[in-house]
Nanobody, 115 residues
């Protein structure tokens, strides 16, 4: 069992930056694929980025490529999402997820980008 807690969300102007953090409790964090997802009002949850256990493999949604960077620190049981050049359409609740099937989820953190 893994418990995930996100932080770092907030209100930012378009063009600004935010860094989200997700800290996991439980064992074997370093063996999990970690991901970030988001859900905007009235829309389905969508994939944002993922990173493999070894901090080598990463994958991004086309909408965030070149603007968002996912990273992890296995010593701190943490995964991060650095977001730059934020747009109003990035406004959403951002969720951290863990596992091959992303079977573990955090409670989410709100990101609001004002235009």
């Amino acid at each position: 069992q893994v418990q995930l807690v996100e932080s770092g969300g907030g209100l930012v102007q378009a063009g600004g930056s935010l860094r989200l953090s997700c800290t996991a409790s439980g064992r074997d964090f370093s063996s999990y694929v970690m991901g970030w997802f988001r859900q905007a009002p009235g829309k389905e949850r969508e994939f944002v980025a993922a990173i493999g256990p070894g901090n080598i493999f990463t994958n991004y949604a086309d909408t965030v490529k070149g603007r968002f960077t996912i990273s992890r620190d296995n010593a701190k049981n943490s995964v991060y999402l650095q977001m730059i050049s934020l747009r109003s359409e990035d406004t959403a609740v951002y969720y951290c997820a863990a596992g091959e099937a992303f079977q573990f989820w955090g409670q989410g953190t709100q990101v609001t980008v004002s235009s």
